[in-house]
């Protein structure tokens, strides 16, 4: 029988153009839009490798004043220390964890290199985001006075650079030397992918890279936040300070991947819902106008069970030949690494289209199909 | 071969009913070659209909080669009209997108079991063989004349080598040439052990058959055994 249907379609194929392009032009759309999705629950499921709960970050603008900056944010930074109600406080770029700036840098070990989002940090860093290491230390105050610059890395640029080497020790772009390696570190957020990343220790005497991370204790509310800005603007008169809590910028950074993702989820919707109704009419319309065909299968010994699956049959046998024009282009995407995406996302983000487009298409044929069953053979004979 | 007792059929609607066969008692023996006559509206091609498991009396019973039929299920009265009967339409009922030998094929594919593959294109050629078309087995039913597209219709209605052969006006719409062919066909299928029950207007085509039988508003009002022509 399904050679039978094969056959039929097969021979019906100009008629069926159009609907096969439709199933194809879904197939992509659900394909691209998988992948999107896939790629982020990816992402998702994997470790931030920080926290970010009661940590804020409060940015310092020096505005006017160019005297002693380094030496003023010290001072900002001893007195925020001083707070019974903060447990740490680092010093950052201002590329700290959910900021809306990025900063990059290509390294090199030997002939392998890598781009690592560039973060200056101090030495409290590691200790206010709550980071393990996987291997090594964070670096201390007293490193600054060595030969190389002491820095770590997460295990992503480990990877990228020494495979499977062990990284501590290792000298990078001919001044950094590897003292400690965390596990991921996922700034931008869940939905960000896990990238190189390295620290580089922060020079305290830098007029830049005033941003305070501050860890504060549980329960830590609001009038505490505005003693604290009330505080710093009477120390250093004429900055602007300015309290931003990681959850909030958390869930601007998560909105900047989402919103995209819900605009296209929408227009996906409506697109398939479009060709749900479509396919729906098409075939209420194919089953009118096959009537007689139906009766005469039914008097050649069909039953209405199988008239039905007849018809069920024929859309999938529509749907995997347009599947199959589709997947043609589909894997060119995880063959040519279209995108730098892992093959997997690929793969997974067709197998549910795939899924998808068979199950709306069984949707939409379920109901005339049973049409078709309830066909009278004699009747439907005689109106031919 | 089939046995009609007591058989009455009305077409209900809301507002109107239509009493389409009435007392209706027939009984065909195997071999036979019976034609259907009457006026347009008599209940000819219900009667046809009714043998052909196509359509359920609304009183009175219908037996099939000694089974009583009238109260099976849909599977078992699909599985009865798929080995036991052929049937053959006026306005022959191919499939147009399918090639000479898929169309006849059909009937073969609601049979599990005993026909499948390589037996069953067997099978179709060996059928449209007999209706001496086997060089058309690849045409499309587009590419053929009247008189071959019934000769198509015929080959699917006997590839299944079934017992009853069941005619609606089968020369209808042919011209007296191609009808006269047809006929020819319908009488070696018979010589061959079919049974045939011809539904016609054409009194020359009625007067070739052993048997016939005639409707008048619903009622059967002849029932006369023919002296054979061909003898």
Redesign the interface.
Known sequence: MISHLFKLIWNKKKAHALLIIEIWASFMVLFGLLSLIVFNIRNYSQPLGFTYENVWAIGLQSNQDTVGIPQKAQRIFQRLKAYPEVASVSRASNNFPFSSSNMNTRVDHEKRHTMVEYYIVDAHFSNTLEMPLVAGRWYRGADSVGKFKPIVINQKASEELFENENPLGKIISKDKQVIGVVGNFKGKGEFMSNQPALFEQLDENNDWNKTMLVRVKPGTDAMFEAKVVKDLSAMQAGWSVEVDHLTDSRKTQHNLTLVPVIIALIVSGFLLVNVALGLFGILNLSIARRRGEIGLRRALGATGRGISTQFIGEIWVLATFALLIGLLFAVQFPLLDVFDLQRGIYVTAMLIAVGIIYGIVTLCALFPSRQAAMIQPAVALHEE | MITLKNIEKVYRTTRIETLALTNINLSIAPGEFISIMGPSGCGK??LL?LM?L??EPSAGQVQIGGEVVTQYR??EL??L???KIG?I?Q?F?L?N??SVI?NV???L???KGDAVGASRREMAREALEKVGLSNRMKHFPGQLSGGQKQRVAIA?AIV?RPDIILADEPTGNLDSAMGNEIMNILQQLNAGGATIVMVTHDETMAKQTHRLIRLFDGALVGDSVLARTDD
């Open positions: 091609s219900t209909n052909g196509l359509d849909d599977r699909a599985r009209r798929n080995r049937f339409f306005s009922h499939i997108d399918l898929d094929e059909i009937p594919l609601y049979r699917r299944g």
